[in-house]
């Protein structure tokens, strides 16, 4: 038997910032009447209860799965003039997870990429130097200290230089971003890293920083994890005999 979605329920879904407390309200009414509950608002559930709502909604999923998801209007060049509307197409990047909220800063930063692994420690300290003096004068409120962000970053490299990974580039980078655009490492909650070799000699990098939502997770229903692998849970103490003895 086909569930049906409560039409209230549906067009908030659809909206472009749902109420997502009127939508868990929705959802307890929903279960309520079609399975002959008198569970409790939202807030007030037990665990046992918002448990058995969720597994009735799991079980249900393909009859309402369509209205869990919105679409938004992106474009996605197919061709580009040059390589610098190309690299500033990729570092304008949507990001499909976390909120498009403002300010959201694209910012180049007209320094050649450098390697952590590689580059020696004076020349780090340079780098490291150089990055604090690009943004000395930053205007107020063009920082994230203290907020959780979204990062995107675009390395562009001559092609005629040596070959060089995204990590450590990234690594090196993020060094010198710490305490100047964001606190620290830890308050990125989703890193991009892009590499593109062009022609050319100019070497640069891009910067996409905007705040974050992921740690919000008001539109989830139950914040207990609900799944099952299919494949083997690993457990690093049952390979450290091995590591041992090598």
Known sequence: MTLHIPTNLAVELQKESPDYEFVKNEIVSWFNKSNGQVFPPYDQLSDDQRYDIVVWL??????????????????HPQFHITMSKKISTIAQHHCPFCTDTFPMSTIPIVLPPHSYQSTNAKLKRAFLKAILYRFQEMPPGSHYLGKKVCLHVVFVMAKSRKDKDVDNMAKLLLDGLKDVLFSDDKEIVHLSVVKIQQQDPEEYIYVNIRESNLPNNENVFSEKLHHSFAVPVLDLKDFLEDVDNR
């Open 58 to 75: 799991s079980k249900n999923y393909a009859d309402f799965a369509e209205f869990l998801f919105t679409k938004k209007p992106t474009l």
